[in-house]
């Protein structure tokens, strides 16, 4: 099919696959750093729940607290009244005091029962003065229990608006990280993209003269008619030239992507549907697609190719391009892509 095109006309330049495997590699791009972000928000939540926790805990021992302190005031309030009363009796005796004086003055009969009397009330005075000093030493502890707890109250506050503000900065973080993901991800995109074009631009340059080769989507093809023997994993000798261009402009990528880029070149094999005969050492479809990338990847290796910039993979039959039951379809369906991907 590919043929007959070829003899229709002068091949044009196919812009589409470029388009195509810039939007499929911004998509898995911006997938995978999603997930990045989606799982530092995770973290950061989880912090944030842990710091919500020890906040509601605070607020708890707030409140006790808070609870304390208007006991402890009833307390005094209850003193302070028992002491105005004291007062007031204390009053009382001393006017009573002062009235039996008078009346001791007044007549001498009286005198001695008026002593009494004033002995008795100034034992009462002495009570009621031992009762006061106690009370005014009780509102004394008060106040000083009640300074402790706005003391208390005070540390607990400030270690609030302490967590809240972490609380602001941990939110801040996460905007900010959101911003630097989406710039690295626009960056990586754009790089990505710019090499993948030159590339394939290059690749379009060496197998410009075949009118066999295809590109679908974001791969080139090649028929594995051109590359091996039925049945086998052996290069032709005739492929050989071609696969050394292949390798020269590969070491070329290499040389101009930055190292920050984890980049590889996937080599996929493939096969039709029809099963092997009993000629050949392999036991199905995959086993012989997966030996002939790894073939393909053996030999760019022998060239120079760096070997973690390449990856072997077999399909076997199982994503044709042409689902017809045609030996053209089968002819199409027998191939070797190249891909270029992030790894």
Same mark, same amino acid.
């Given at each position: 099919?590919?043929?007959?095109?070829?003899?229709?006309?002068?091949?044009?330049?196919?812009?589409?696959?470029?388009?195509?495997?810039?939007?499929?590699?911004?998509?898995?791009?911006?997938?995978?750093?999603?997930?990045?972000?989606?799982?530092?928000?995770?973290?950061?939540?989880?912090?944030?729940?842990?710091?919500?926790?020890?906040?509601?805990?605070?607020?708890?021992?707030?409140?006790?607290?808070?609870?304390?302190?208007?006991?402890?005031?009833?307390?005094?309030?209850?003193?302070?009244?028992?002491?105005?009363?004291?007062?007031?009796?204390?009053?009382?005796?001393?006017?009573?005091?002062?009235?039996?004086?008078?009346?001791?003055?007044?007549?001498?009969?009286?005198?001695?029962?008026?002593?009494?009397?004033?002995?008795?009330?100034?034992?009462?005075?002495?009570?009621?003065?031992? %009762?006061?000093? $106690? !009370?005014?030493?009780?509102?004394?502890? *008060?106040?000083?229990? @009640?300074?402790? #707890?706005?003391? &208390? =109250?005070?540390?607990?506050?400030?270690?609030?608006?302490?967590?809240?503000?972490?609380?602001?900065?941990?939110?801040?973080?996460?905007?900010?990280?959101?911003?630097?993901?989406?710039?690295?991800?626009?960056?990586?995109?754009?790089?990505?993209?710019?090499?993948?074009?030159?590339?394939?631009?290059?690749?379009?340059?060496?197998?410009?003269?075949?009118?066999?080769?295809?590109?679908?989507?974001?791969?080139?093809?090649?028929?594995?008619?051109?590359?091996?023997?039925?049945?086998?994993?052996? %290069?032709?000798? $005739? !492929?050989?030239?071609?696969?050394?261009? *292949?390798?020269?402009? @590969?070491?070329? #990528?290499?040389? &101009? =992507?930055?190292?920050?880029?984890?980049?590889?070149?996937?080599?996929?094999?493939?096969?039709?549907?029809?099963?092997?005969?009993?000629?050949?050492?392999?036991?199905?479809?995959?086993?012989?697609?997966?030996?002939?990338?790894?073939?393909?990847?053996?030999?760019?290796?022998?060239?120079?190719?760096?070997?973690?910039?390449?990856?072997?993979?077999?399909?076997?039959?199982?994503?044709?391009?042409?689902?017809?039951?045609?030996?053209?379809?089968?002819?199409?369906?027998?191939?070797?892509?190249?891909?270029?991907?992030?790894?």
């Amino acid at each position: 099919m590919a043929i007959a095109r070829a003899r229709r006309g002068p091949s044009r330049a196919d812009y589409w696959p470029g388009f195509v495997d810039a939007m499929s590699t911004l998509l898995l791009v911006f997938i995978f750093l999603s997930s990045l972000f989606m799982l530092a928000q995770f973290f950061l939540s989880q912090e944030i729940t842990g710091k919500d926790t020890v906040l509601n805990r605070l607020n708890s021992q707030i409140n006790e607290l808070t609870e304390m302190l208007a006991l402890e005031r009833a307390k005094g309030n209850d003193l302070s009244e028992t002491l105005a009363s004291l007062r007031a009796n204390l009053s009382s005796a001393e006017e009573e005091r002062d009235r039996l004086r008078d009346l001791l003055d007044k007549g001498s009969g009286a005198e001695s029962a008026a002593q009494g009397r004033i002995t008795g009330l100034e034992g009462d005075l002495a009570d009621e003065k031992r %009762i006061s000093q $106690s !009370a005014m030493a009780q509102v004394e502890l *008060l106040n000083q229990q @009640i300074a402790a #707890l706005r003391r &208390q =109250i005070g540390a607990l506050e400030s270690a609030l608006e302490a967590s809240e503000s972490r609380d602001r900065e941990s939110q801040t973080k996460i905007a900010d990280l959101g911003r630097r993901l989406n710039v690295a991800l626009a960056q990586r995109v754009q790089e990505l993209s710019r090499y993948r074009s030159d590339f394939f631009g290059r690749l379009r340059e060496i197998l410009a003269g075949r009118s066999d080769v295809e590109v679908v989507g974001d791969r080139f093809v090649l028929p594995a008619a051109v590359l091996f023997p039925s049945g086998t994993d052996d %290069i032709n000798d $005739s !492929a050989r030239g071609e696969l050394d261009k *292949l390798a020269a402009a @590969i070491k070329e #990528l290499e040389a &101009q =992507i930055p190292p920050e880029i984890n980049w590889v070149i996937r080599v996929d094999g493939h096969t039709d549907v029809r099963p092997l005969s009993g000629f050949t050492r392999f036991r199905s479809n995959w086993e012989l697609s997966a030996a002939r990338a790894i073939a393909v990847v053996r030999y760019l290796i022998g060239q120079g190719v760096s070997p973690n910039r390449l990856v072997a993979a077999g399909f076997g039959e199982y994503q044709p391009l042409d689902p017809g039951t045609t030996e053209e379809a089968y002819a199409r369906n027998r191939r070797i892509e190249l891909k270029l991907t992030e790894r």
